[in-house]
């Protein structure tokens, strides 16, 4: 996968393509969940409770999926949407990193719980290795898939234009900010929650994910993986106490990474590989550690 900034890489998604994107991001979630805002009866009385488990949440969470996958064949065509697809295949990255996405991400929920001080205190959130499996699959299958559109897409059409600290701080705020609707949904999860620790959390995770996704010369699956991470439900509720252990987080990963966070040099830019991604060995060995 060529990484940098080229005239390759205008010549398949235009930089302005991040309006539709955004548009139709925006427009379809927040356009869904504004009805059962402003309509909660009418809503409730046709298409039922709005619900983190209902069809109409997650079509309102694949949105940035939808609208990337509506922006890169409206570009490129099937071609060159299977070619972002590709991305998918793409899973070479240091030891170190994995070891952030293993280990790494629980410890800092379980830090966050302890300064909640909840951590011995509320007991494993399932009873059962039966009801554990369908919690972990729905998972799965909701938040990280709106990866295709937030690091599949946009972050590599902002590194275009920013280095990589801000295109990820830029796109932490749009982030974050997506979310905001669900805050003032019943029944909903994030019902539960206070945004702003939420927001600024959102803005931590996207920096913490950006050198992730260029030493992974522009990985889709990673990025899943750590949004995965990130919402997985057996880790303990930290709420909103997370949120400082990840914006710590946040400033080590700039300071290991500062160097390639602050140059536009080795940031990916493509959102579509010329050729359908195949790995060469040598990008195992692109380091071995966070840092440049």
């Not at 940035?64 to 998918?88: C, H, K, N, Q, W």
Request: aromatic share 16%; net charge positive.
């Amino acid at each position: 996968m060529i990484i940098g900034s080229s005239g390759a890489d205008r010549r398949q998604i235009p930089f302005i393509s991040l309006v539709p994107f955004l548009l139709i991001a925006f427009g379809l979630a927040w356009g869904i969940l504004a009805l059962f805002i402003f309509l909660p009866d009418r809503m409730t009385e046709i298409f039922g409770e709005l619900t983190g488990q209902h069809p109409l949440f997650f079509l309102a969470v694949y949105a940035p999926a939808i609208a990337a996958f509506i922006v890169v064949t409206y570009d490129s065509g099937l071609g060159g949407l299977r070619r972002y697809l590709s991305r998918l295949l793409l899973w070479r990255c240091s030891l170190v990193w994995y070891a952030f996405l293993i280990v790494g991400i629980p410890l800092l929920f379980f830090g966050g719980s302890a300064l909640k001080g909840n951590l011995f205190e509320d007991p494993f959130p399932f009873s059962s290795f039966q009801s554990l499996i369908p919690a972990l699959a729905m998972t799965m299958v909701k938040g990280p898939v709106e990866e295709f559109g937030w690091r599949g897409l946009a972050l590599p059409l902002l590194q275009r234009r920013f280095a990589p600290i801000w295109a990820g701080l830029i796109l932490g705020v749009i982030w974050g900010f997506w979310h905001l609707p669900a805050f003032l949904l019943s029944g909903t999860q994030q019902s539960a929650w206070s945004f702003t620790p939420f927001f600024v959390g959102s803005v931590a995770l996207s920096v913490i994910v950006t050198p992730l996704f260029n030493k992974s010369r522009g990985s889709i699956l990673l990025p899943a993986l750590f949004h995965f991470q990130c919402n997985n439900p057996i880790w303990p509720d930290a709420q909103p106490y997370d949120t400082f252990a990840f914006a710590a987080a946040a400033l080590i990963v700039i300071w290991i990474n500062r160097t390639a966070m602050f140059s536009r040099e080795g940031a990916v830019t493509e959102v579509i590989p010329q050729t359908e991604s195949r790995m060469m060995p040598r990008d195992l060995s692109s380091g071995t550690g966070t840092g440049s």
